[in-house]
């Protein structure tokens, strides 16, 4: 595949902090990368990073040992931001949680929702979350699960990891809770209800998380 082509395979998307920081990080738009390929597409857009402070790729299902290449793949690419590869429960059940990421790479928990294990999201390995559009929306049209969304962004904060969600605008829905994701759509931020205790309450842990970011 020519470089051209590479680059627009592997297009951009961004998420906005809500934490008042102005920090912005980049999401690869193409929806899974395999490890074979990932050297390539980090290479096709590494120019594109300057004002990021960190890129997910979301990682096609794959075994443990496909993991850890993609892992030491990423590490050595050397971007200049962080590179969190996003994975699903599955991917997570086949790792040894003892095998965390580094200073350059981590790793993120993909489309968390009201059936992910507390055990999951609290896993060694994992860095950061991200929960799923359907479960962010459902929250906001049923008690129960607004409930359960509310608890788990608390049990995240408490553990020092990073959660990413859909801002819904007020509105759209009957509930319409102001949740408190860390980093929402670019498209959906400016939307968005205004954070308000976001700015408070952070862990030591978060706030290490954060500066290992802006690096």
Known sequence: ????????DAS???WSSTLGDGSTIAELSK??????????????IATELA????????LKPATADDLYAAMATAEAARLPVRVCLAIEREA??????????????GLLLDNVDAQTPL????????????FGPAFSKQATQNLRSE???DAMLGFARNIGAVTFGSALRTGETWLAPEFEFDYVPVSSNKS?????????????QRAAWAAEFNR
């Open 31 to 44: 929806s899974h990368v395999d490890s074979e390929s990932l050297a390539s597409t980090l290479s096709a």
């Open 119 to 130: 055990g999951d999201i609290a896993n060694d390995a994992i860095e950061a979350i991200r």
């Open 92 to 105: 997570l059940a086949r790792i040894d949680s003892s095998k965390r990421g580094d200073e350059r790479v």
């Open 51 to 58: 004002d990021c402070v960190a890129l997910i790729v979301h």
């Open 1 to 8: 595949m020519s470089a051209a082509a590479q680059r627009a």
């Open 192 to 204: 968005a209800n205004a954070p308000g205790s976001l700015l408070l309450n952070r862990t030591v």
């Open 12 to 14: 951009i998307c961004h």
């Open 147 to 149: 409930c359960i969304l």
